[in-house]
């Protein structure tokens, strides 16, 4: 668990020979930025699959950092593995359509916090900020089905998984005499708004458990294609096949509508 990242796969040691003498990424803005840029000096694939791991690298330099100060805490402790095995796969896609691995510069850069308190907020900002990311990444990986897989799965993990443990510490750290800026920690470590972002995530939380089990209906699935806010977690909750589902219930409603137009 205390290896570095980039020396944890064999495929990553493989690339690295042709790494060497790099030691700053020439996309760093867009690679921090975790949007694609149909209008940038590179492939969009490219940006979809570097984008992608260098935020692995991100959240596997702040959990390590976390755990290097306060020990061997859950759930920090699992959710750092977590992400070396997402770290793993995406470098076999990378090698797989032969895009350059980015630099993990993370290293050195990340102060550890004060509190496991807010050491908790800021992963529970992270991880709503990696869903968005994967929001935008899926969004233009539609043509390439084993990216667009690894993609929906691992925001499904930030969903699912990371997401709902680290509310849960937050939870259980808080006390009413911890005196933490949520705010403040917000809006450094976030670019969304915490708070709304969460209370959509649960509506359509309730709204997956109901696919899962079967008891979804047109009615339900009607109305979450009229939910605006349905681009925010993209198919983080429905996985690859709900999703196609979605997709093709989007394409017929669309040609419902096109069809009344013309009457």
Known sequence: MQENIQENTVTQEQLE??????TKNFD?????GLRVDPNYNEPVLDQV????????YHAYETYRKILEKFGNVSPFSNILEAEIRHYQELALILEKHQVPMPVNDWEGKIEAPNSLLEASEIAVAAEIDNI???DNLIS???????????????????????????RQAVINHSSSD????????YQQYSQHNIDEAIS?????????????SGQV????????????????????LLGAVGAGVLSQMTKEKSEDIQEDEEV
Do not use: C, W
Not at 202 to 209: N, P, R
């Open 200 to 212: 959509k995530m649960d509506e359509f939380g309730q709204m997956a458990s109901k696919f899962a």
């Open 178 to 185: 911890t005196q933490v800026n949520v705010n403040e920690i």
């Open 49 to 56: 699959l570097r984008i992608a791991i260098y935020d692995e």
């Open 140 to 166: 233009y990986a539609k043509d390439y089905p084993d990216v667009l897989d690894t993609l929906y799965r691992m925001q499904a993990a930030s969903y699912n998984n990371h997401l709902p443990s680290f």
């Open 28 to 32: 760093e803005d867009l690679l921090k």
């Open 217 to 236: 209906t047109q009615e339900d699935m009607l109305k979450l294609l009229s939910n605006t806010n349905l681009s925010f977690i993209g198919g983080a």
């Open 17 to 22: 020979t042709k790494q060497e003498s790099i």
């Open 132 to 134: 968005k990311m994967y």
